[in-house]
């Protein structure tokens, strides 16, 4: 079945590191790609996504891009600032014979991500 | 537009008691999902309802039910409750659809916690 294998945290940086938080998945046919990301005591906020092979999902300077050929959706930011501080999420979702989403989130186990001063 | 709405934020049960979470979606998404958060299981697929029916289901217990109704609000009920159904409850609306966005976007959660 479809499954999603993030790297196991915590990871901490210091503000202005680079970051990258692995993400592999298996899955059977071609599935959309997320990262989330959820703030303590928060829901989970989308943070990028990507539909299909080789599209690049970015926003607030976080970027991944959807690798067929190996089954990855790495999450990178260039410089992290303490407020990047949260736990993320990837995420594929499976799809229907017509097309159409599954309707359910596979999700990683998550990586806590602190930021240093 | 607003976001996705769960209400209540918190709720304290004791064992063999029964509670129902309320979910609102964003306006004209039809289609919510429920997950179950747990320090120990993550995020877990509870049920995912489109146009008042279920169109799929997670590997839950029937202790978990839910439905929704035709505004696209949606409602799960836990009975019987065990210490560990205790866990963040998040629920996500999207519009879905075989040309559609099909991105869940969350609510911020009910937690549970059964004494």
């Known amino acids: 079945g479809n499954s999603v294998t993030q790297m196991e945290g915590p990871v901490t940086l210091s503000e202005e590191a680079f970051l990258t938080i692995n993400c592999t998945y298996t899955a059977t046919g071609y599935p959309s790609l997320f990262w989330y990301v959820q703030y303590p005591g928060e829901g989970l906020q989308l943070l990028l996504k990507?539909?299909?092979?080789?599209d690049k999902g970015s926003n607030k300077g976080f970027e991944a891009t959807y690798r067929k050929e190996t089954t990855s959706f790495h999450l990178e930011k260039g410089s992290v600032q303490v407020s990047d501080s949260a736990v993320y999420f990837c995420a594929l979702s499976g799809r229907m014979n017509y097309g159409g989403s599954q309707g359910n989130l596979i999700f990683g186990k998550g990586t806590k991500l602190s930021v240093k001063p | 537009k607003a976001g996705v709405t769960q209400t209540p934020r918190y709720l304290i049960k004791t064992r063999g008691q029964q509670v129902t979470l309320s979910c609102s979606p964003i306006?004209?998404?039809?289609?919510v999902s429920w997950y179950q958060q747990t320090p120990g299981q993550g995020l877990q697929f509870l049920f995912e309802?489109?146009?008042?029916?279920?169109?799929n289901k997670g590997n839950f217990p029937g202790r978990f039910s839910g439905r929704q109704f035709s505004n696209s609000r949606s409602e799960m009920n836990v009975s019987t409750l065990e210490l560990g159904d205790s866990a963040l409850y998040l629920c996500?609306?999207?519009?879905?659809?075989?040309?559609?966005?099909?991105?869940?976007?969350f609510g911020p959660g009910t937690r549970l916690l059964v004494l």
């Open positions: 990507a539909t299909k092979a080789d």
């Open positions: 306006s004209g998404h039809r289609s």
């Open positions: 309802y489109f146009s008042e029916t279920q169109r």
């Open positions: 996500a609306s999207s519009s879905l659809g075989l040309a559609g966005d099909e991105t869940q976007y």
